[in-house]
């Protein structure tokens, strides 16, 4: 990230209140030996949320809508009886991320196609889902 960023408000953003969807994830395997641990014990290591956008039909199932969604993921660990050693679910890319794959995509095309400045396109999305994304654009893009 650089430097700090402009115009954000003391005492930081909200955090997203409403959880919409909690998702439990599970390593399946051992990276290092590839031994299968569905079978085995799990146990919650943390939990984490971020903030996505997905489409969804509307009430009456005849168009898709965007919606925020709040997600809480919930990590487990597994220990492998071969190595002995603890795996932890795969989260790839967005390991870190506050935000998922939906949002960070709807972002990039409208940057792309449109050529929007990341300032408009979270003032568009704000009115659009009427949400505040007080994010500096570097957490974003990072
Ligand atoms: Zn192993």
């Not at 700090?4 to 955090?15: C, D, E, I, S, V």
């Not at 399946?28 to 969804?56: G, H, I, M, W």
């Not at 939906?102 to 990039?108: H, N, R």
């Amino acid at each position: 990230m650089i430097g700090k960023p402009k115009g954000a408000k003391g005492g930081g953003r909200n955090r997203p209140e409403k959880i919409h969807q909690t998702i439990d994830l599970y390593p399946q395997y051992c990276p290092n030996c590839n031994s299968s641990l569905t079978e085995l014990k799990a146990y919650f290591v943390y939990d984490r949320k971020l903030t996505d956008l997905s489409r969804e039909k509307d009430e009456v199932g005849a168009y898709g809508v965007l919606r925020i969604r709040n997600i809480q993921q919930n990590i487990h660990r597994r220990k492998c009886p071969v190595c002995n050693y603890w795996v932890y679910p795969d989260q790839g890319l967005f390991k870190n991320a506050r935000f998922g794959p939906g949002l960070v995509a709807y972002i990039m095309t409208k940057r792309i196609r449109f050529c929007m400045t990341y300032e408009n396109i979270l003032e568009e999305m704000e009115d659009i889902f009427g949400y505040e994304f007080s994010v500096s654009v570097t957490e974003i893009i990072n």
